[in-house]
């Protein structure tokens, strides 16, 4: 239910708040009042074209903001959670324009917010069918809308509940055949992916990296790229320590021979004799380590070559799988399970085949049961939209609900000759033939805006409870019929009106009367400039508003006392 809207800098409008109640409610006003403006509005922020002109003299940019009450558990509170979008009973719709001016015109863009969250006009305008539809000459959001058509008559004929079984069925053949699809994809370079998968395995198992390994091959590389260097260095450190002419080793033992000999005249040089001899000791063992390690030095070019082979593939290896050695492992024992899935490809292949087909027979069987529902369902749909017709005023017209296989696409799912897709296998929608002789169009191609209107307010009586959205706004409703069809036309929106909120701009004061509230538009001068405004009519001021609708510019007692009359009519 749409519970208020606001509008800021709309052509005449500078700014308006508008509260809306459950129930019946009539907008009146002077031809160029601004009605239409209202509808405009609403129109937009409900995702409408956005045109230059409909932004304010002197305004940089226009708003219209719309709050909804919206029923827990709803087509549209779903639509709304399953686009990440929290619904707690109320939604706010807010649609801005800005305009920036041209060489030769003025352009606008604008941005579009569903609870204060961006989104796109085309988001917004799918979500629109759930919360208002609009009747007028000139557009409807969803009941010219082939798309909705089929909605309408399963809801129509309940059958809700079996379109939602296709829909399941249809969900499940469509995975199955994507799984499909993919393993059959996969199958086609199946015996590349195998060679492939193979040497990479080998490649992995071949060089077998461990745990460390490329730590200790860097050490030994540049050990080996050295190996000159190194055993020249520890042997002459070896030479001159311990076994060359005048070696280290040696004369600390002569020192400490000397420093012995001393102590024997002063016992305080012992220690430090002691001192060198240790000292010396631990030499001795340094030079030795140092020939050994200078003996082990390996001088060898294949060895060489060999590290430096292993340590580049290894670096390759790591690189490709790791970091690490772990990595490597880990990753080869995923290679070898994808090397086994590939193996029994050919088995998965016909077990999603045969998947497939059972899945299909079910899901045809489902759609072609809930066609057979449809088409015979029709007939009465259209007969009872007919006979609504009758009542206001358009007795010769003739509706058919035209159920027709959907066309086939290529690359999708097709049964006899029809699209199958998960509302299942028809195009539904629904022909107007206004007048006797004439063949039957579809309801967005009725050239008279009075039966465009009054052909959307048959659908809508038969359709009352039935369809999504939770408002309607009929606008001007009443073109081209007065008197008795008049009324009519009012009651058949008022019994519209106990099962939807219903909005109604009308200049008919059959139909103003029957109205639970009543609101005006006028418009005024200040400031050398236009203003547009709506206001809710209290009891008094309405019997005023309807018997100008009746008596014109001058209102006398006759006009008034008929106001009264109609107002006092249940």
Known sequence: MLVQLSIRNIVLIEELVLELAPGFSVITGETGAGKSILVHSLSLVLGGRVRPEILRAGADEAQVE???????????CARL???????DGELVVRRVVQGTSGEDHREV??????????CTAAQLTEIASDLCDIASQHESVSLTDPATHVEYLDAFAALDSDREGVASEVDGLVQVARELGAVEEAGRNRTEREDFLRWQIHEIDELAPQDGEETHLAQELERLRHADRLQATTRRAAEGLYDGPSALCDELAKLAADLEQAAAIDSALASHARTLHVARSELADAARALGRYAESVEVSPGRLGEVEERFFRLQKLLRKHGPTAADVRERRAALAVELESLSGMADRVAELESEKAHRFAR??????????????????LGKAIGAELAQLGMGRAQVVVEVTAAAAVAESLNLDGARLSRTGIDRVEFLIAPNRGEEPRPLRRIASG??????LLALKRVLADKGPAGTYVFDEVDAGV???VAEVIGRAIGDVARHRQVVCITHLPQIAALGDAHFVVDKSESGGRTHARVRRLSASERVEEIARMIGGIKVGAAARHAAAELLARD
Request: net charge positive; with cysteine; aromatic share 4%.
């Open 363 to 380: 899901a045809a069987s489902a759609a072609r049961a809930l066609s057979r529902k449809r088409r015979e369902a029709a007939d009465t």
């Open 450 to 455: 009075g039966e465009l209107s009054r052909s």
């Open 109 to 118: 863009r604008s941005r579009a917010y569903i609870n204060g969250r961006l």
């Open 482 to 484: 007065s008197g008795a």
């Open 66 to 76: 719309a709050l909804f009450e919206i029923l827990p558990g709803s087509r549209a």
């Open 81 to 87: 959670e399953a686009a990440g979008i929290r619904c």
